[in-house]
């Protein structure tokens, strides 16, 4: 199956900046999707991110204040951009692992905390 | 879009006790997983089981798909095993997850 490596782990941001986060992949894949886990709550959605077009956003999520790039098969990155602390979360990547037997698979998390 | 129900919420064992874990669905799907959440955030793929039973060591999950339900059985559990359970189910790659149960195995 697909191994993601995502960086960084962790970080704390004074609000009002932006975090760049990135995701690469050990194999070339079509879909990417990011996610975002609220303190004490469930994985939610943000965007799904193909390769050679724009992001897809769920509904609540806006380009503008999540921006993300997918310049090839195996890389995409998530940007938090004007942060505040309602956006203290973790995020995630995850892809497919391939193949029909193995479902998705995600990175290990960016333990994100604005202050 | 699809529903997703976990229960219990919250589940408290102690040691060497078993337990089952439900997840809902609300809609046919194509992939359902389960996974554990370790204390620092990680997703730790448990099982790949849109259908059928699957044991791994302690654990084993049986999905009924025309039921629309999946079960995760923990035996003999240890404080190890404490953590967050998500279900997650799909249809052409995005995943809903359900809001998880909060496990905790007291020694």
């Known amino acids: 199956s697909a191994v993601i490596s995502q960086k960084p782990s962790r970080d704390i941001c004074q609000r009002g900046t932006s975090l760049t986060i990135q995701c690469q992949v050990d194999?070339?894949?079509?879909?990417m999707f990011w996610y975002r886990q609220q303190p004490g709550q469930s994985l939610t959605l943000i965007a799904t991110?193909?390769?050679?077009?724009?992001?897809?956003?769920e509904s609540g999520f806006v380009i503008d204040k999540f921006p993300i790039s997918r310049p090839n098969l195996t890389f995409s990155t998530l940007t938090v951009s004007n942060m505040s602390p309602e956006d203290s979360s973790i995020y995630l990547c995850?892809?497919?692992?391939?193949?029909?037997?193995?479902?998705?698979?995600f990175g290990s998390g960016t333990r994100l905390t604005v202050v | 879009g699809i529903q997703v129900e976990q229960s219990p919420p919250d589940l408290i064992l102690q040691e060497g006790a078993n337990s089952t874990l439900r997840c809902n669905f609300s809609?046919?799907?194509?992939?359902l997983q389960w996974f554990h959440q370790n204390p620092w955030g990680q997703l730790i793929n448990l099982f790949y089981?849109?259908?059928g039973t699957k044991q791994n060591g302690r654990l084993s999950a049986t999905t009924v798909a025309t039921e629309r339900y999946s079960l995760l059985y923990i035996s003999s559990s240890q404080t190890t095993d404490s953590g967050v359970y998500f279900c997650?189910?799909?249809?052409?790659?995005?995943?809903?997850f359900g809001d998880g149960t909060t496990l905790t195995v007291k020694p």
């Open positions: 997650a189910v799909s249809n052409a790659g995005k995943s809903t």
């Open positions: 995850s892809v497919g692992t391939g193949g029909s037997n193995y479902g998705y698979t």
């Open positions: 194999s070339q894949v079509t879909m």
């Open positions: 809609d046919s799907v194509n992939n």
């Open positions: 089981i849109p259908s």
């Open positions: 991110a193909n390769q050679g077009s724009e992001a897809t956003y």
